[in-house]
């Protein structure tokens, strides 16, 4: 009996030493996981908080760039002039940012950060975006009805319909932008290929804001002079015309001129008004009335009437040279593209079009 309870006992141990091999394994396992499980929250916080930091080296080129004098295109930051600005976090990680001037008050900035093992890069567009970006814009309607052009290819947008039945463009179009989500232009519309979707550009009302308390025409007269002061606002309640055998000049001098008008539109013939001079000098606000430019005037001008029904119809040596934002347009004659307008501003500084893009980090790790 005792040989026989010996033989049970010896029997035993190589199961308590199995027992122990898996209950050692299952918390090796266990522990495995658990450390996988760490490492992997590890990951996770740092590639969340690498964009955070990315997005706070946005946040300091936007003060940087709002310092940055008109005229100028270099941060303080960048002492070496090298396109580049960098900055450290309190918990030790940290942002490099690039720019790139646009225009004249506007860049696009691209931001990396880096946070523990992640790096990610943010990009947008910081600055005072530019009004016209486009050299005609049409909220509702766009007519072209041919008629000479000048000899700058020019940018178009246009929100909804955008008919070219009236006549070939011919390569006068560079690009049209098409700002609604499936608009698509009809007539002899330029080829597709310079056709580009893009989010289009916000409309609000600025001939109207400037006549609300506080705006730029509180305290103004309502009457022009000729010649205009460069540098001045000038407020009308009625209708803006230039219809007299007088043409209305604007001198040289600095800053532009500015007119604004409450309500009736504006209309312009038989004579000139700003011909020959730049139209980033003449910028013409108009809250609400038609917008006629009779044939033979000649109008150097940026027109802002996102409102207004907009006609052009210079023919011979006149026509409209510059650029419009209206609520439709049916340009009947001569236009030519002016550039300069591309200065004119929203006088928003802001931070727009936020993105993620790849970093140079993730690509080589992707």
Not at 64 to 73: D, H, Q, R, T
Request: charged residues 20%; negative net charge.
């Amino acid at each position: 009996m005792i040989r026989s309870r010996l033989r049970d006992q010896s029997g035993s141990i190589p199961l308590a030493i199995l027992a122990s091999i898996v209950i050692g394994g299952a918390v090796a396992a266990l522990f495995l996981v658990v450390q996988s499980g760490v490492m992997t929250s590890g990951r996770d916080r740092d590639f969340n908080a690498a964009v955070q930091v990315a997005d706070a080296g946005l946040q300091d080129a936007f003060v940087e760039l709002m310092a940055v004098e008109i005229g100028e295109s270099t941060p303080a930051c960048d002492t070496d002039g090298d396109g580049f600005c960098e900055g450290t976090m309190q918990d030790g990680s940290a942002y490099r940012w690039e720019y790139e001037q646009t225009a004249s008050r506007m860049w696009t900035v691209t931001s990396v950060g880096t946070f523990g093992s992640s790096t990610r890069a943010v990009q947008a567009e910081i600055g005072e975006r530019p009004l016209f970006a486009a050299a005609i814009v049409s909220d509702e309607r766009f007519d072209y009805k041919g008629g000479g052009t000048g000899t700058t290819p020019f940018p178009l947008g246009g929100f909804n319909v955008l008919d070219f039945s009236g006549g070939n463009t011919g390569g006068y179009i560079e690009t049209l932008f098409l700002y609604g989500k499936d608009n698509e232009p009809t007539g002899n519309a330029p080829s597709s290929d310079k056709w580009e979707r893009a989010p289009g550009p916000a409309l609000p009302n600025l001939g109207l804001e400037a006549f609300e308390p506080g705006g730029v025409c509180e305290g103004k007269s309502d009457s022009l002079e000729n010649p205009l002061v460069r540098g001045e606002v000038y407020c009308l309640t009625g209708e803006a015309s230039f219809k007299s055998d007088t043409a209305l000049t604007v001198p040289e001098g600095d800053g532009p001129v500015k007119i604004y008008v409450r309500s009736g539109g504006m209309t312009v013939g038989p004579k000139a008004v700003n011909d020959g001079g730049d139209a980033v000098d003449l910028q013409i606000y108009i809250a609400e009335g038609a917008v006629v430019m009779n044939g033979k005037s000649s109008v150097s001008a940026a027109i802002y009437a996102p409102e207004s029904p907009c006609t052009s119809n210079g023919q011979g040596n006149g026509g409209f040279a510059g650029g419009m934002i209206c609520n439709t347009v049916k340009l009947n004659g001569n236009f030519d593209y002016d550039p300069t307008i591309g200065a004119i501003v929203d006088d928003t500084f802001a931070i727009r079009g936020w993105r993620e893009e790849p970093s140079e980090a993730q690509e080589a790790a992707g």
